[in-house]
């Protein structure tokens, strides 16, 4: 039974919901705005001092180019503020709020004062990334460990000695990746010059870390890499230039590995893949990429004025809104549409695929995945009966067919002479074949509903007698005795409606018919009871039902076959002939009457023990 549908769950009551707080969203902005604009006029910060923007920029991009996220920039937001007396704020690129040194409900600038990504760093900002635009800071995989920066700080320092030893004097500097340089009074690393008694290369050799981050580089500039070579697809490759502090990426012609020269456009398109590798490399270790707004602080209040900028303000908040509805709107209709486009492109799928639905949601939609589900699979179930039906049919006809022919071809050919004996052969054959035909008849006539049942009053116990009489040879012959039960009960109505003095109970049904369904019970139960067994028939009224129960005491039907007993062409024996065993086809017949008679039949067993077939028809009272 289908569970009730929560009422927070309810598509009616979601997009009630996603109304209302559009319509909530939509007259607060509003409000804000008039009050806004009737209080107080924003005036946007002009000629800021360069520097200073430089520097709050500076910064913001070294944060970024050494975290992961912004999950914790409030505080150098917060510094930054109280050491400039400006208000700093960032943003998303679509202006989802990151970190804001002013309130949350104070308006940002119209635009955006610079874009804060360290992977396209502006080159006037921060020494070192000229040559490519990437923040020197931001080194991510090529970040030493504490081993590896201890390691390179000793070689640093031999260096140093062997620099001072000829003349040439050094300080030790550490990059940002943790790797120790020398620089001179210059600036320049390692001196300029190397000393020959101190170039052992030792010190500028890649750290296993480093030689990790550069095989992950090259395998991220690969493709570019040989798409320049042409040709000669080993001509290029990424390296580490550590002769410079800001840790330059660049890539290595190989001219000494295969001689050939390579063209300024050919080098100019090798650096764009390495520094493309490089920002792709990095990318995972930066935050994403924000937008920096600046403004004054609170101690400088705007005054009212009504001026261009103001009515663009307004124009874009009230734009803003509507974006935010649409969006909105946009992203519930989608959830709410999504589960429907999947049925409805699983609809459009051949039949024979039989494809399945995700359930992902509890609500209406939901449900009706799961009906979906399940009308695949009992369509699925079906083909495969139809299927199998298909090939049951053509071996219960196949075989009669061919032994009539064979012996009707030894005949022809005078092999055999057509005694009595021979025909009453080929007369079994035909009326085996013919009972197979009837079932089918009788089967294709219930699926198409047009099996006619002529109703008429019919008293159980005379039904009963009846099957009882009409079998009662075969049981004979099988060594089975057959006993019949009728239970009686009062207030019963006979066939003009009237009360029975004996209480026999009446039904509406076609004889013809009823004796069929019960003679197919009898019948199986004949086949499956051993001599000495006996077959029970009984009859009582249980509320608004007669119950006609069909006992024996066979072998009986083990459970994990109960399921299919009234499937077409099953049995429970599979080694019987359907000579002994019949067609496969009498408890489908009985099933199929029964329900057309408005009633159910079920079936109890245990094995060694036997088996109970209950059939429960409208009281024709």
């Not at 019970?521 to 004949?526: D, E, F, G, K, P």
């Not at 359907?578 to 329900?595: A, D, E, F, K, P």
């Amino acid at each position: 039974m289908t569970r009730p549908i929560p009422l927070r769950k309810r598509l009616l009551v979601r997009l009630l919901i996603t109304s209302v707080l559009i319509a909530i969203c939509s007259v607060a902005a509003t409000a804000w705005l008039a009050v806004e604009t009737t209080t107080r006029a924003i005036q946007e910060e002009q000629g800021q001092v360069l520097t200073e923007d430089m520097d709050i920029l500076r910064q913001l991009s070294g944060y970024a180019a050494t975290h992961r996220d912004w999950s914790d920039v409030g505080k150098t937001v917060r510094a930054l503020s109280d050491r400039t007396g400006r208000r700093i704020a960032l943003t998303a690129p679509d202006r989802t709020p990151i970190a804001d040194s002013e309130t949350r409900d104070t308006a940002l600038p119209p635009r955006a004062a610079a874009a804060v990504d360290p992977l396209h760093t502006d080159t006037f900002t921060e020494p070192g990334a000229q040559r490519t635009g990437i923040d020197p800071r931001a080194v991510g995989p090529f970040r030493l460990p504490r081993a590896e920066r201890e390691r390179v700080r000793l070689l640093a320092e031999k260096r140093r000695a062997c620099f001072s030893i000829n003349g040439v004097e050094t300080t030790i500097t550490q990059m940002a990746s943790g790797r120790s340089v020398l620089v001179d009074e210059d600036g320049t690393v390692d001196g300029g010059q190397v000393p020959t008694p101190c170039a052992d290369g030792v010190l500028n050799t890649p750290t296993a870390t480093e030689e990790k981050a550069l095989a992950e580089l090259n395998t991220y500039a690969g493709d570019c890499l040989k798409g320049v070579g042409g040709k000669f697809p080993s001509l290029f490759a990424a390296t580490v230039d550590f002769t410079d502090r800001s840790m330059l990426t660049r890539y290595l012609g190989r001219k000494a590995e295969t001689g050939i020269d390579t063209t300024r456009d050919q080098d100019k398109k090798a650096q764009e893949c390495v520094d493309r590798a490089r920002r792709q490399q990095l990318e995972p270790y930066v935050a994403p990429a924000a937008e920096l707004f600046l403004g004054r602080g609170d101690s400088a209040v705007p005054h009212f004025d009504m001026s261009a900028a103001n009515k663009a303000k307004v124009t874009g908040v009230a734009g803003l809104v509507l974006a935010l509805t649409v969006a909105v709107t946009v992203l519930v209709a989608t959830r709410l549409v999504r589960p429907l486009r999947a049925l409805t492109h699983a609809a459009q799928q051949p039949p024979e695929q039989h494809v399945r639905v995700p359930v992902t949601t509890q609500d209406e939609t939901g449900i009706l995945a799961v009906a979906f589900n399940d009308l695949a699979d009992r369509r699925e179930r079906m083909e495969a009966q139809r299927k199998a039906m298909v090939a049951d049919i053509a071996h219960e006809l196949r075989t009669p067919l061919t032994n009539i022919r064979g012996w009707l071809e030894v005949t022809r050919d005078g092999v055999v002479d057509p005694d009595p004996e021979l025909l009453a052969s080929l007369h079994d054959e035909a009326v085996v074949l013919q009972r197979v035909i009837d079932d089918l008849q009788d089967l294709a006539a219930a699926d198409a509903g047009t099996l006619r049942l002529h109703r008429e009053p019919v008293r159980a116990d005379e039904l009963l007698e009846q099957v009882v009489a009409a079998h009662r040879v075969a049981a004979e012959a099988a060594g089975v005795r057959l006993h019949m039960s009728v239970a009686a009960s009062q207030g019963s109505h006979g066939s003009d409606g009237s009360g029975d003095s004996d209480g026999t109970p009446w039904l509406d049904a076609d004889p013809v018919r009823m004796r069929q369904a019960l003679g197919n019970l009898v019948s199986n139960a004949i086949r499956h009871t051993p001599a000495d067994g006996t077959i029970t028939f009984s009859c009582r009224r249980q509320g608004d039902e007669v119950v006609f129960e069909v006992a024996d005491t066979g072998s009986g039907i083990a459970p994990e076959d109960l399921p299919s007993v009234f499937e077409r062409f099953w049995r429970a024996e599979k080694s019987r002939s359907r000579r002994t065993g019949g067609s496969g086809l009498g408890l489908s017949i009985v099933r199929q009457l029964v329900t057309a008679h408005g009633g159910t039949v079920t079936v109890t067993s245990e094995l060694g023990t036997g088996s109970v077939f209950t059939l429960r028809l409208p009281d024709a009272g």
